[in-house]
């Protein structure tokens, strides 16, 4: 017979308290991510990807190889089709940041980055504009005023896909 004693009730307690704080552990396949060849896919980080826009067929991969959110940064009108509806029929969750181009690299859309991708941290997420410029410009954006020199913060930018709007950035960053 099992009898509870407060010592066995304390160590059950911890012990539910350290399962729960690990959280679920997610899988990616990211052979499947990088067979589907979207347009300048990287993987800056632990479970965020970055890349251009992914195609209809390219958001069910991302579904079945385990990313569970989706963020676009591009505007309304970017495309001809509703990528909302397309993410979320294929399971996952759908997230939008409009940055338009230059002008919408603003302290305020990358704090608002950082913010769901702090809430998002753990799960596996793509986070997309049109080619990857405008993440990589966000991100560096979110260096710069987290501390870093322009020159690191250019690279964190590049290091997230930005390309043919660093000279854009360094013009907003210094």
Partial sequence: MYVRTPVTALLF???ALVLAACGPQYQVDREALEAAEIVNFSTPEEMVFAAGQPTQEQIQTLADAGVRHVISLRTDGEIDWDESSFVSAAGMEFHSI???????????????????????????????????????????????EGGASLDDALAE???????????AVREILQ
């Fill in 157 to 167: 930018g590049r290091r997230w896909g930005m390309t043919r709007m660093e000279e």
């Fill in 98 to 144: 409009p940055v338009a181009g230059a002008a919408g690299v603003t302290s305020e859309n990358a704090q608002t980055l950082d913010q769901l991708l702090a809430q998002l941290y753990g799960q596996p997420v793509l986070l997309h504009c049109g080619s990857s410029n405008r993440v990589g410009a966000l991100r560096a954006m979110t260096a710069r």
């Fill in 13 to 15: 307690s911890v012990f």
